[in-house]
Structure formats: structure tokens, C-alpha cells
């Protein structure tokens, strides 16, 4: 028996992220802080609406392997920019985020950090373009194309440089967020023209359709993404065929890295007469592991005599 233990606490490429999280949050304060005061804050009962759309868009998102989970919050934060201006769009766009993801427990921190990305795309590329774009079709592609780039570079800079992304992987990222970004740039255009328009004919119609609308198209992500992962797995299977242990160790530790955010990973087999686990690969050549474990210690040793996987979220203890 050979058991897999995967650390996904000790992430050493941790201090970049969280730097460039940092730069991010500062800079929304920042900019909120300086220009909030001279436009002030604008208040309407369509906010409660916007701020439920939120929880709508971010609540059971589409998981896109490790590294994000594809969601149309895109949309209410361009929506809430054609009716209020950059100022309030990005004071609210990141009140609303860092509630709605603090709610569905994905850490305060990580909530600010969204709730920054949301708000610094819109409000940087809304002060460029001003307020009255959607009278010029022509700056409304540029603001889209503009809003695209930069939304993308503020949302995985961090997550690229940290995680040493490969190329692959970064087009395969961006053509789902491109996919989800035309659907929510048209979602907000037309939510624009309902609400300057609000007959109760064309809201109903409106939320009627995007709401079929949402849950088909969230169908169709499930299903290709799915259908990614079975072909990445017929690859696998296909790569460790008739191949040594060592090769089969290198092909799974590249495969799965794709799909869980380890940042090291230990290889240890089981002699159960000795009651010990031996390590035979390690991918953590900066800190020392131990090369025996006995069997009645231990989460590795617990793992291996109950020969199920376990899931630690806190080895502090």
C-alpha cells in the first residue's frame, strides 16, 4: 500500500499572494477614501435588489478546478457603474462582496481581497471612461475589452505568479472567464435598458429569461468542465501504463497538481508486519521529512490503518 499525504498548509509562495492581495486592498481604500468624499455615496431602494442579485451570483458559483469558481458578480458590478458612476458602483460592488463571501465561509480575508478586485476594476476603468458611456457604442467595446483586462490581471496576477501557472493552464482559465464575461456584459446592458425603462412586463421577462438563462448555462459549464476532467484522467491512465513507479509518481504529481493546491507532497509505503510507514518520494526538498513513521501515530499512520483518505483543514494542533 502506498499512501499519498499532501501539505496544503506550508505554502511557501503564500507571502506573494498575500502581498499582492495587500497592494490590492490598500489601493481600493485608498481610492475610495480620496475620491468618496468629493462624489458622496448614493442610496436607493434598487441597492437592496443589486445586493440580493450578489448573493444570487456568487451563492454555488461553477467550480473551475483549484483555482477560482466562475460566477456573473461581473454583472452587478457593471450594472450598478451605468446607474450610479464608478465612485459608488465600487464602494458598494466591495460592501456587497466582502458580506456575500464572508457569509458563504470563504474567509474574511479572501473577501476583502474580492471584494478589492471587484472594486478597483470597475472604479479604474469607470474613471476612464466616465459616466455616460452607454450613450457611445464604440466606448462601451472599449470599456468592456479594457474592464476585461484589467479585471483579469487584478483577479489572478496573484494567483499565477504564487502558483507558477502554466501557460496551458492560463488559456484554459481565461476562455471560461471570457465565456462568463460576454454573458454577464450582456446580462448588465440589457438589465440597464429594463431598468430605465421598468414596465412590469419587461422585469418580469427580464428575470424570467435570466434566470433559465443562468441555469442552462451553468449546465453547459458543469458538463464541459466535467467532461475536461474525465479526459485529463483518460491521460493519466493512458501516460502510467506499463511505466516504472518513479514514472508513475512524476505523472501523478503533475496531474494532480492540477486539481489540488498541495504544495508538497509525500509518498510513503506501508509495511504492515513492521507497523511502519517508509517514505519513498518526496517533493519537499526544503524542509526534512521523516523517513519512518510507525503505523499507531499520527494522521499518516491514522490514514493508513483505516485505509481511507482524511481531509486535515488545521494541523496546528
Known amino acids: 500500500m502506498i499512501i499519498f499525504v499532501m501539505n496544503l498548509t506550508s505554502f511557501n509562495n503564500w507571502t506573494i499572494k498575500r502581498g499582492i492581495g495587500f497592494a490590492e486592498v490598500f489601493l481600493s481604500f485608498l481610492l ?16 437592496i435588489v443589486l445586493f440580493l442579485a450578489v ?30 458612476g464608478p465612485q459608488s458602483a465600487a464602494f458598494w460592488i466591495l460592501v456587497y462582496v466582502i458580506i456575500s463571501d464572508s457569509l458563504f465561509k470563504k ?13 478597483l476594476s470597475i472604479f479604474i476603468v ?15 467595446l472599449y470599456f468592456f475589452l479594457t474592464h476585461f483586462i484589467l479585471v483579469v490581471g487584478v483577479f489572478y496576477s496573484s494567483e499565477f505568479v504564487s502558483r507558477r501557472v502554466k501557460l496551458r493552464e492560463i488559456f484554459y482559465i ?10 454577464a456584459a450582456l446580462t448588465a446592458l440589457i438589465a440597464f435598458r429594463v431598468i430605465r425603462n421598468p414596465a412590469i412586463f419587461n422585469v418580469s421577462a427580464f428575470g424570467v429569461g435570466f434566470l433559465v438563462l443562468r441555469w442552462y448555462i451553468r449546465r453547459i ?9 474525465y479526459r485529463d484522467l483518460i491521460k493519466l491512465q493512458s501516460k502510467v501504463t506499463k511505466r516504472s513507479l518513479e514514472e508513475t509518481i512524476k505523472v501523478v504529481v503533475s496531474y494532480s497538481n492540477q486539481y489540488v493546491d498541495w504544495t508538497a507532497l509525500n509518498l510513503f509505503k506501508a509495511d504492515h508486519e513492521k507497523e511502519e510507514l517508509h517514505l519513498i518520494y518526496t517533493t519537499n526538498e526544503e ?17 493508513a490503518r483505516e485505509g481511507t483518505p482524511i481531509i486535515i483543514r488545521d494541523t496546528s494542533a
Open 32 to 47: 475610495l477614501t480620496i475620491f468618496i468624499p468629493r462624489t458622496g455615496i448614493v442610496f436607493s431602494y434598487l441597492l
Open 55 to 84: 448573493l444570487l451570483f456568487r451563492f454555488r458559483s461553477v467550480p473551475l478546478r483549484k483555482y477560482t469558481y466562475l460566477s456573473l458578480t461581473y454583472t452587478i458590478s457593471m450594472l450598478m457603474y451605468f446607474l450610479y
Open 107 to 119: 474567509g474574511l480575508f479572501q473577501a476583502i481581497i474580492n471584494g478589492s478586485a471587484y472594486s
Open 126 to 140: 469607470g474613471s476612464i471612461f466616465g459616466a455616460d458611456i452607454t450613450d457611445y457604442w464604440i466606448k462601451v
Open 174 to 183: 481565461i476562455s471560461w472567464e471570457a465565456f462568463y464575461y460576454i454573458l
Open 221 to 229: 459549464s458543469f458538463d464541459a468542465i466535467e467532461g475536461n476532467i
Open 287 to 303: 524542509n526534512e521529512v521523516v523517513d519512518t513513521i510507525p503505523l499507531s501515530e499520527g494522521i499518516t499512520g491514522r490514514c
